[in-house]
């Protein structure tokens, strides 16, 4: 892979495969991604479900906005709030279910996106929620009910895939506890571009000397076009001083770098 490095600001810092809950399992993952080229503008996939019960399990399904916004949590909305909602031309042909026991079933659903649309990633999600709540008790006796409710991002992509610009938008040092072993870079990135990047950070340090000594890295996150995600770097067997170090963020095409100092005190 031909990879861009490209360098931000300097900082300085002082020290879903197989998913289940309940009865109801996703056997094919939380994210589905379509590439749509050409003329038809239209895609189709399934959500293969499975009843892991010995009992029938009835099912909701519904279309909810996957809403972000920098530096707040992310959230589910009904309404539709930005250009690239993929919502009204997102299509399922269920609203419920019955699962039968241990039955697995494909969820079908279709993409039709406008020929006029612009290029870039459109996306929601399809909640797929038990009808019935879920009945447990606290230590003391009392009675809970929760609702088993997942959130399966589609994705679709329209037009040649270009590589968006990724932005650091604050770095900062965080300690969980007084363990050394615990403690972690906390980076916030925004993407500056029309399509959505599954992103990967990563930290590579320096001694004094200029010798490469460690790499951390982050789970992978996706960012979405103009929002921003939060990428957690653990920091594991660092002796106290200062230490230089490069971030490093890849979203599978380019990579954007920015200076750091680090300090553990």
């Known amino acids: ?7 931000a600001l300097c900082w300085t810092i002082i020290l879903y495969s197989l998913t ?12 589905h991604e379509h590439a749509i080229l ?11 479900l499975k009843n892991d019960a010995d009992t029938p399990v009835k099912i909701l399904i519904y279309k909810q906005e996957y809403l972000l916004a920098c530096g707040q949590e992310s959230n589910f909305s009904s309404t539709p709030t930005h250009s690239y909602s993929l919502t009204r031309y997102l299509s399922s042909p ?8 241990k039955e697995e079933f494909d969820l079908p659903y279709s993409i039709a996106l ?10 929601s999600v399809i909640m797929i929620e038990a009808a019935d709540p879920i009945t447990s008790s606290d230590p003391s006796g009392v009675s809970i009910n929760s609702k088993v409710r997942y959130a399966i991002q589609i994705i679709a992509n329209k037009g040649a895939f270009e590589s968006p610009k ?6 900062r040092y965080n300690t969980k506890n007084q363990q050394l072993s615990n403690s972690q870079v906390v980076v916030s990135l925004k993407n500056e571009g029309r399509f959505s990047a599954k992103t990967k950070v990563s930290l590579e340090i320096y001694n004094d000397k200029g010798e490469k000594i460690k790499i951390f890295e982050s789970l992978s996150r996706r960012i979405y076009q103009g929002k921003c995600n939060t990428f957690e770097v653990d920091i594991v067997g ?8 490069i971030l490093i963020a890849d979203n599978g095409t380019d990579l954007f770098a920015s200076n750091l100092e680090l300090s553990i005190e």
């Open 38 to 48: 050409g003329e038809s503008a239209q895609a189709n996939g399934v959500i293969k």
């Open 238 to 245: 660092l002796h106290k001083g200062k230490y230089e170090g």
């Open 166 to 171: 990724l932005s650091f938008l604050d770095v």
């Open 1 to 7: 892979m031909n990879h861009l490095i490209k360098w």
């Open 94 to 101: 269920l609203s419920e279910k019955t699962l039968a026991p």
């Open 114 to 123: 406008p020929q006029s649309s612009s290029n870039g990633s459109y996306w």
């Open 20 to 31: 289940g809950f309940s009865n109801i399992l996703i056997l094919n993952g939380l994210t």
